[in-house]
């Protein structure tokens, strides 16, 4: 079985800062793509920054330039470091991995639980 544990959210002023981390564990064989995602009140869930095996990575627009993804590979986290916080980015973020286990070659894909992200004006 597979788990991703999401920390690191919280209650921030905006124009403060953030770091998520994301811990995959379990019977994993790699990990293809890591991802985070945001869903805020009353509002769809949507991709926030990716970051690839290969090291590439992409972010939402509303994000470039503020949020930084990364990962330690050795440790299968992710990152996710949100700097100049907003109103709007509040939300709960979700970790999101692409990965393939030793028991199912096929590549599936993993939610966390969730981290509730809250910025006050």
């Known amino acids: 079985q597979v788990q991703l544990v999401e920390s690191g959210g919280g209650l921030v002023q905006a124009g403060g800062s953030l770091r998520l981390s994301c811990a995959a564990s379990?019977?994993?064989?790699?990990?293809?793509?890591m991802r985070w995602y945001r869903q805020g009140p009353g509002k769809q869930r949507e991709l926030v920054a990716g970051?690839?095996?290969?090291?590439?990575?992409n972010y939402a627009d509303s994000v470039k330039g503020r949020f930084t993804i990364s990962r330690d590979n050795a440790k299968d986290t992710v990152y996710l470091q949100m700097n100049d916080l907003k109103p709007e980015d509040t939300a709960v973020y979700y970790c999101?991995?692409?990965?393939?286990?030793?028991?199912?070659?096929?590549?599936?894909?993993?939610w966390g639980q969730g981290t509730q992200v809250t910025v006050s004006s």
């Open positions: 379990g019977s994993i064989f790699s990990i293809d793509v």
């Open positions: 999101n991995a692409v990965l393939r286990t030793t028991v199912l070659p096929t590549p599936a894909r993993y």
């Open positions: 970051s690839t095996s290969g090291g590439s990575t």
